[in-house]
């Protein structure tokens, strides 16, 4: 069978990932609330067969008292949640550092930090000390939870250090780890100074997973070029060991999505906006404020698009609903700023006194707002200038169950692997592109929408987030089986 000898009993999984899925506000000297964030891994978890998991992870918060500490992991234990404690210089060097200033820019192909040169190298040492230390913090608390039997499933690029750590500690741990972003190019990889010591922990991992081939690729040819390793159809071998390397695209909760829409108070909200935006197109744009989403691109190819159809003008509306995230990075800001700008300058040359044809949201929307989003847009765009996946292009496509609304998506993002056929697909840096192709999904005929879109909708409702998940550790579960059989033979 595929799970061997735990065929009869429940496959106990733990998942470790920088975050666990809840924010945690303190009431008092003991007393935590909790609200667990229904993301996608979440109900992809709750959604597999026969697993009993649990999460590892950063709760967000800093606690530097025990009776704090012991409070929230009481708290967390009803959720099935482990805490790993992190002091705020850790948090500040391995999240905000290395984390997040060098692997997510260099992953999406915006390079290495190059302001100051001198001040980054020296940085570099320390954050990727302080990388290794919160890393090795992770594992601590894996190996005080773990059983025998257990599989271990690590996510993301802040945690490329831990099957290493896993490993060292138990050769025998089942250890998985899947990254949510991009695999850059090995060119571009190359240059980071940690480069071997990151890519032989992670073939520490019995398996290895990415959204797409080119990633799975781009990472054995690393391997390969950086290590002088072996890459095989399976993965990349070293010394008779082989680590397996596959592509696992991700999908989304779908009938989640369904569900909302049948709600009542869902169906108010899309008669609502259906009334706000009557004789408009709605287009809609829905990103955490990050530069890989190409915001600003995405705005100027409207604005091509409003100089060049005069006609549409009062006839079409953009809708940007956009979260900000890491607001203590300068650059971060600057982007804010500079979208505000964009924007305003738009809305300034196009608008009348009674309609503006951008509506741009600093902020997050709650789950049924979004769902009534989706479901009244005519034309979705999705225009990342790198994305490991791309959840908002899916979310869209179950949205639009009725409408069979046009979906145009960004060639970098790995969704285009999938929903290519169905969508749109443009290079968002070319502006003049993106606003033909605005002018095309606005014009297209209702044959050539609803076949694109059965496309779509068809893929989005049978490759979910529960079969990813079940894949992967049912895969991470034969790696092992097959890993001992060849010892055997
Ligand atoms: P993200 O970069 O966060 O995820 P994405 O996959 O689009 O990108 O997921 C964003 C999620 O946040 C979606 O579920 C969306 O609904 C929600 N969201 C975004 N803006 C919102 C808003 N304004 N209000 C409410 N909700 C909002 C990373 C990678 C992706 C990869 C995922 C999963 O960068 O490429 O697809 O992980 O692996």
């Known amino acids: ?72 992991v009481r708290a967390l234990a009803e959720k099935r949640c482990i805490p790993v404690f992190l002091d705020e210089e850790i948090v500040h060097q391995y999240y905000n550092g290395y984390c997040n200033n060098i692997l997510w820019p260099l992953f999406h192909y915006l390079g290495l930090p190059q302001e100051d040169r001198l001040a980054t190298t020296r940085n ?61 190019s090995s060119e571009i990889y190359r240059t980071l100074p940690s480069r071997s010591d990151l890519l032989r922990s992670v073939l520490a991992a019995d398996l290895v997973g990415f959204h797409t081939y080119d990633y799975a690729r781009h990472f054995v040819s690393a391997c390969t070029r950086i290590l ?18 596959a592509a696992f695209p991700i999908g989304i909760d779908s009938e989640r999505f369904k569900r909302a829409l049948d709600l009542p108070a869902v169906k108010k909200h899309v008669q609502e906006l259906t009334q706000r935006f009557a004789g408009r197109k709605v287009m809609l744009g829905v990103d955490r404020l990050d530069m890989i989403k190409g915001i600003p691109q995405k705005i100027l ?31 971060y800001q600057k982007l804010t700023s500079q979208v505000h700008e964009i924007v305003g300058r738009i809305n300034g040359r196009f608008g009348t006194l009674s309609a503006v044809p951008i509506h741009h949201l ?16 005519d034309v979705a ?39 290519g056929a169905g969508a749109i697909l443009v290079n968002p840096w ?32 049978t490759h979910t987030a529960q079969d990813w998940a079940e894949t992967f550790v049912s895969e991470l579960n034969d ?3 097959e890993a001992q059989l060849r010892t055997r033979q």
């Open 228 to 245: 002088g390793l072996e890459g095989t159809p399976e993965g990349v071998e070293d010394q008779g060991r082989l680590t397996r390397v």
């Open 124 to 184: 570099f040492e320390s954050q990727f000390n302080a990388y290794k230390r919160a890393n090795q913090m992770f594992a601590d608390v894996v190996n005080q939870h773990y059983q025998e039997g257990d599989v271990v499933w690590c996510h993301d690029y802040h945690l490329m250090f831990l099957p290493k750590c896993l490993k060292e500690h138990n050769s025998k741990m089942k250890v998985g780890w899947f990254l949510h972003t991009p695999f850059p």
């Open 381 to 419: 765009l999705v225009t990342s200038l790198r994305d490991g996946m791309n959840l908002v292009s899916y979310e869209f496509v179950a949205c639009q169950g009725s409408k069979k609304g046009v979906l145009i998506l960004s060639e970098f993002a790995g969704a285009a692997q999938s929903l």
């Open 362 to 377: 600093d902020r997050s929307l709650d789950f049924h707002a979004l769902c009534a989003l989706y479901a009244v847009t």
């Open 1 to 72: 069978g595929k799970r061997g000898t735990l065929r009869n009993m429940k496959q106990r999984l733990l998942v470790v990932a920088n975050r666990l899925p809840v924010s945690a506000v303190r009431r008092g000297e003991d007393s935590w609330s909790l609200e667990i964030s229904a993301g996608g891994l979440v109900s992809a978890l709750l959604g597999v067969k026969d697993v009993d998991a649990k999460w590892i992870g950063w709760a967000g918060v800093n606690v530097s008292d025990e009776v704090g500490q012991r409070a929230l």
């Open 301 to 331: 190819a409207f604005e091509k698009f409003l100089e060049e159809n005069s006609d549409w003008r009062d006839k079409v509306v953009l809708l940007q609903i956009a979260v900000p995230t890491r607001t203590d990075v300068p650059e």
């Open 430 to 461: 070319n502006i003049t592109e993106v606003a033909k192709s605005i002018e095309h999904a606005l014009k297209m005929t209702s044959e050539e929408r609803e076949k694109r879109h059965r496309h779509n909708y068809a893929h989005v409702t």
């Open 479 to 481: 790696t092992i089986v």
